[in-house]
């Protein structure tokens, strides 16, 4: 196999304009799929941004990718399309294996775990992906903390005692809840007491950057220094992108356009992956066996 991957665009340098674009793009770890104009296109092209979640320094495997989501945005409609971690898939010819773990494999064998998890998800959906965002665990927290806290509306309600000796009970009713971003993560991170386990989590996630998005909108934060200062050195290392200050600023007022919103996770669709036992481990295949499936409902989902 060819080991040619797509080389990780690098943060730029900080210069005395630059932080401003490295800043809004921190929260992006967040927000970005209503963020994601890409002011090349001239408007009316398709832009697919990807959104990784992961552990970081300092967590059990910190490289594997603990949220996995593309973003899409086209004229005034966006999408917001989860992949759950268990769909076992070939990861760029390397090996088969769960789809988390190929930004661990890229960094491992790389030093790039977001080309190699960049590539895979455009083999495996059949569409290009023109930028990313990747946020640790810490770096969430902080840059929701850094834009006030957001609010969230829960469709159920979620009991999870899991967590209890790191974070305490994870106890909310259905309805609108006041998060901080440590709220926010745990929250995020719990799947085990619910329904659909990762389904109903990914649904959770895909709640809290639409609460995020809102956040980002009603602080106005290009018209705030201070803010934009805040969100800035609360991301610091802890958030990459290859977003330019450019893309950032376009996509920032683009956002304010953006009429419907359409959030679905590829194991909400019925008929599209079912379970399967591999080597002892629970995890989901294409039910197609192939992949012809999911890049049909993929391609049809950003053709509006």
């Known amino acids: 196999m060819s080991e040619a991957i797509y080389p990780e665009t690098k943060p730029r340098s900080l210069g005395a304009v630059a932080w401003l674009g490295v800043a809004i793009a921190a929260f992006m770890g967040i927000a970005t799929f209503l963020l994601s104009y890409d002011p090349t296109s001239g408007g009316n092209e398709r832009t697919n941004i990807l959104l990784l979640g992961i552990g970081g320094e300092g967590h059990a495997g910190g490289n594997l990718a603990d949220s996995i989501m593309v973003a899409s945005i086209q004229g005034d409609e966006a999408v917001l399309l989860s992949i759950p971690r268990d769909l076992y898939i070939d990861i760029h010819g390397i090996r088969t294996g769960r789809i988390n773990a190929a930004h661990a494999i890229g960094e491992s064998r790389y030093h790039d775990g977001i080309g190699l998890m960049r590539t895979t998800l455009e083999e495996t959906l059949g569409i290009p992906i023109h930028h990313y965002v990747r946020v640790d665990f810490q ?18 309600p979620i009991y999870d005692t899991h967590f209890e000796k790191e974070y305490g009970v994870i106890d909310y009713a259905a309805g609108e809840h006041q998060l901080d971003g440590r709220d926010a993560l745990y929250l995020a991170r719990s799947r085990k007491t619910s329904a659909r386990g990762d389904f109903d989590r990914a649904a959770r996630q895909r709640a809290i950057l639409m ?4 956040r980002l909108l009603s602080v106005d934060i290009l018209a705030n220094p201070s803010a934009i200062s805040t969100v800035f050195e609360a991301a610091g290392t802890h958030l990459r992108s290859s977003l330019s200050l450019y893309d950032t600023w376009a996509m920032y007022h683009r956002a304010r356009a953006v009429q419907r919103i359409e959030s679905i996770g590829l194991g909400d669709v019925t008929g599209l992956l079912t379970p399967r036992t591999i080597d002892g481990a629970q995890v989901l295949v294409p039910a197609s066996e192939d992949l012809a499936a999911i890049r049909h409902f993929v391609g049809d989902l950003l053709r509006g």
């Open 139 to 156: 770096g969430f927290v902080s840059t929701i903390d850094a834009v006030g806290g957001i609010s969230v509306r829960l469709q159920q």
């Open 211 to 214: 609460g995020a998005r809102d």
